[in-house]
């Protein structure tokens, strides 16, 4: 699909090439070079021609003045009705003919398939992420990984990869000691299994107030967890009753978002895989001793020492990472492998991606990290050892009751009302945290993050259904030739034409936001479409049936859209 910026680029490049002998500019360069005006009179797409003072040695006005005289627009069957210099800017106005004739027949011809992103067709993408720790909370603090990995999941599959995402549980290290110690101590079976999860919350959270008045808390701790590496049947047993009991928490949650995982193969799983891991480092000569534990000196390279194992002989996150990586290479011969975390473990991955490349592995390169901002409540970090968290299930729980105290009020003859509820509640969480770029902090405001007014998770679901609402009362429409008749048109099919370009942004950025965006945008054009235009009771036969097919266009594309970024499609709200 060649979007029109593409298209103008192209242009640009052969314009250029006539009006400027020897220049090389490329559309490749041009394209990252155009903007969209923010006011629209100035046109539809603008190339600011100071980008290009340089390469051609002209002042920005000249070069735009004349590029304009070579640039051809007008002719039939062109994306370009005209282009203007306006103060060393190139502004080009999309045609009317070209949105009509070419870009909405493309949306209902290719419809779910329109918009997806090229050149990455029969990739194998690993995606690491949500992989929350056992015995601890599913909180919004999880939100960011779980949400965004999938999202980027569903855009790689859109673009034709073969996707295996896995869920590496934080089911093994030091905190199995603690919760050992503490069910021990001050826990009961019926307790913990009346109570679940919070019933482990509660222990790990006594556990670390209990080891600041007695520090031998944490030696205990330590003690049991090397027991549990050696395969102390008490303790291994005890372990698996703390990760069956989290993963039945963990499950619901995922089942509200509407995601599932080809593989919950967490730490644990890796630990006798670690061991191969490090005789390899040893017989190359990566290993050394530092005060008792196992390093592998990354001085010469900006970075603190990544520790292979600690001084009693256990193993740490880097060794099982590493293991990790090794593993699903072979399994599973990934062309990218993606871990979606925090920020904050930036420096983690930088160290072991690293080490994997000292190891002499050439694929070292298709390790990325994904990284997005904290999340804090009203300003304050989370912690779970502190109790300060909103728990997932709880922030769901709220949006859904609040979706459904609305619904009662104006849609009380709705059907399907809990499922709606659920499907809009937890869209708005999910909506308002992907509204943000994924690097950006997000101090977490319930009241905002509830709010169905403006551009939310709500506004646009609602969008859906009024074009679910048309199509239905439309009925059966035969094809004619479509014609643009009004300005609203044309907008939401310029709209429409940037669902390629985001989609590869999305991708090429990591970013679900531009999906997001996209969709607000869509949303705004489709709204001011709606309420300006006629659409079922336009008199002219080939206005009506235009607005319809595009009013079709619409659905299918926002249909498409918020699959990418998880957010169910509702047909009724």
């Known amino acids: 699909m060649l979007t029109i910026k593409k298209i103008i680029s192209k242009k640009i490049e052969e314009g250029a090439a006539a009006a400027f002998p020897g220049s090389s500019l490329a559309a490749s360069d041009i394209f990252g070079m155009l903007e969209y005006p923010p006011d629209a009179t100035k046109g539809d797409i603008a190339l600011p021609c100071f980008k290009l003072s340089r390469a051609l040695r002209r002042p920005p006005v000249q070069i735009a003045a004349t590029l304009a005289g070579a640039l051809k627009a007008g002719e039939p069957g062109s994306p370009v009705a005209s282009v203007e210099a306006v103060n060393g800017y190139l502004n080009f106005k999309i045609s009317d003919e070209y949105l009509a004739n070419r870009v909405l027949p493309e949306v209902l011809e290719r419809r779910e398939k329109y918009g997806a992103p090229r050149g990455y067709e029969g990739m194998r993408i690993v995606l690491d992420y949500s992989s929350p720790n056992v015995a601890k909370p599913f909180h919004i603090g999880h939100l960011g990984t779980t949400v965004i990995g999938h999202s980027l999941r569903r855009l790689f599959e859109f673009a034709g990869c073969r996707c295996y995402s896995i869920n590496h549980l934080g089911d093994w290290g030091t905190q199995f000691g603690k919760q050992i110690v503490a069910f021990r101590l001050w ?4 307790e913990v299994e009346e109570k679940e999860i919070d019933g482990l919350v509660a222990l790990y959270v006594k556990f670390h107030e209990q080891a600041e008045k007695a520090p031998g808390l944490e030696d205990m701790a330590r003690e049991e967890f090397r027991k549990l590496e050696a395969k102390d049947p008490e303790n291994m047993a005890l372990w698996s009753w703390f990760v069956e009991i989290s993963l039945r928490e963990y499950e619901r949650t995922y089942r509200q978002l509407g995601i599932e995982f080809d593989s919950y193969t967490g730490e644990s799983f890796y630990f006798d895989k670690t061991q191969p891991l490090i005789d390899d480092l040893r017989e190359k000569g990566l290993l050394k001793f530092d005060d008792g534990a196992s390093i592998v000196d990354l001085e010469s390279y900006g970075m603190p020492p990544c520790l292979i194992l600690k001084r009693d002989g256990s193993t740490i996150y880097p060794t099982r990472d590493i293991a990790a990586a090794l593993y699903r290479k072979e399994k599973y011969n990934f062309d990218r492998c993606i871990y979606v975390t925090s920020a904050g473990q930036s420096l983690h991955f930088r160290q072991w991606f690293k080490v994997v490349e000292l190891m002499g592995y050439d694929w070292a390169d298709k390790l990325i990290h994904v ?78 993050a509830l709010s169905f007014d403006g551009n939310t998770g709500p506004y646009v679901q609602y969008t859906y259904a009024r074009t679910c609402s048309v199509l239905e009362k439309a009925g059966r429409i035969d094809d004619c030739d479509f014609v643009i008749s009004a300005p609203e048109e044309s907008e939401v099919l310029k709209v429409l034409c940037r669902f390629g370009e985001c989609t590869e942004a999305a991708l090429r950025d990591y970013e679900p936001f531009y999906v997001t965006r996209f969709i607000l945008d869509l949303a705004a054009a489709y709204n001011r479409f709606y309420h300006n235009c006629r659409i079922l009771s336009e008199e002219d036969p080939a206005k009506r049936t235009t607005r319809i097919r595009l009013t079709e266009a619409v659905n299918v594309v926002l249909g498409r859209a918020f699959e990418l970024i998880c957010l169910k499609k509702m047909t009724k709200i």
């Not at 826990?187 to 019926?190: L, N, V």
């Not at 859904?400 to 009380?412: C, F, G, Q, R």
């Open 371 to 448: 990284p997005y901002g904290t999340v804090s409540i009203n300003g304050e970090k989370l912690a779970t050892r502190t109790g300060n968290v909103i728990l997932l299930k709880d922030l769901f729980a709220l949006a859904i009751e609040k979706v459904a105290a609305i619904i009662d009020e104006k849609s009380p003859d709705i059907k399907n009302r809990e499922e709606t509820a659920e499907a809009v509640g937890v869209g708005a969480v999910v909506f308002y945290y992907l509204s943000s770029s994924r690097m950006r902090d997000i101090n977490f405001v319930l009241e905002e």
């Open 187 to 190: 826990g009961s079976r019926e």
